[in-house]
């Protein structure tokens, strides 16, 4: 393939989740929904722990972070896919599915690496609570953090290194509502079978290591504090409970994507639904319904907002 014929698509046609226009119409009004609660439930998380000095802490300062990239990750696909229920030829340019590939997959190693931060972080507040303030030190948690974007930006720019030199020039039908990386492969004018392997297991592999050590921390914790105390496996499944459900509800989708893709399409599609609108949506209400920092936190700011409406 000469260099004269690569990248001859100037824009691909998605297909997206149906072809009825009355579902098309009723999905416009769930996701739109959806979205608007997603923006304004991530966004107000993220100023209560800005605004409420009993919130500076380091884990509500890395749930700050995750709403923040739960908010972009939506942002990334909801609000194409919106717009594409309203009209009947669904393209995408070639900048800007590139640029939908790499934003999902920054901000979605990002979230892999940072809701391992949030894992050390309660292991470190269960385990070893007398040296939490030592261990877990201001300069420490932004370095974590950090340490998660940098992770996020590697493997998403591993992504884009090589799928900007791929070459197409025929086929651009994604049968999706957004570009992922597994379809795009597809269409390059080529053999990308043993590519679409390697990409899956480049994604796969960021995905399974987040995942194997999550796993390890979370029963690590729990084995540690039920040897200390009859009533601590309990205590501790509380307190990691809402760690644990978004772990599951994060990585579920990601592993039969990128680990272990069934390659149905009607499967596919719930899957990215899943990850790109249903993981950003559930993340704040499961944080805000189980911690009691965050209920007081929303009583202190409404009696603050009511006393000044008041006085005013």
């Not at 080529?190 to 290591?209: E, H, W």
Request: glycine share 6%; aromatic share 14%.
């Amino acid at each position: 393939m000469d260099k004269g014929n690569l990248s001859v698509v100037s824009e691909f046609m998605l297909l997206g989740l149906c072809h009825s226009w009355n579902m098309q119409v009723l999905f416009l009004m769930i996701f739109f929904m959806l979205y608007l609660i997603i923006i304004s439930g991530n966004i107000f998380i993220t100023i209560l722990i800005i605004i409420d000095p009993q919130l500076h802490s380091p884990m509500y300062f890395s749930l700050a972070n995750l709403s923040f990239i739960d908010m972009w990750l939506s942002s990334v696909t909801t609000p194409k896919m919106l717009t594409d229920f309203l009209r009947e030829n669904k393209t995408i340019s070639f900048g800007g599915c590139m640029c939908q590939i790499f934003f999902v997959h920054i901000f979605g190693g990002s979230e892999m690496g940072l809701l391992v931060v949030m894992a050390y972080d309660r292991y470190v507040a269960i385990c070893k609570p007398l040296h939490y303030s030592t261990i877990m030190s201001l300069e420490k948690c932004i370095g974590l953090v950090a340490t998660s974007w940098t992770i996020g930006f590697v493997h998403a720019m591993s992504q884009m290194i090589v799928i900007m030199q791929l070459p197409f020039c025929g086929p651009r039908e994604l049968d999706s509502f957004f570009c992922d990386i597994p379809l795009v492969i597809k269409l390059a004018c080529m053999d990308s079978y043993n590519l679409g392997i390697l990409m899956n297991a480049d994604s796969g592999v960021l995905a399974m290591t987040c995942f194997v050590l999550l796993l390890i921390s979370y029963t690590y914790i729990l084995l540690i504090v039920h040897q200390s105390s009859k009533t601590g496996a309990s205590k501790a499944l509380s307190t990691c409970a809402a760690h644990i459900t978004v772990v599951v509800l994060f990585f579920g989708p990601c592993i039969f994507i990128y680990v272990w893709p069934l390659s149905i399409t009607w499967v596919d599609k719930f899957l990215a639904v899943f990850y790109s609108v249903i993981t950003p949506l559930l993340n704040p209400a499961i944080y805000t319904l189980r911690n009691k920092d965050i209920k007081s936190a929303m009583k202190r700011f409404r009696s603050y907002y009511m006393h000044s409406k008041g006085n005013s």
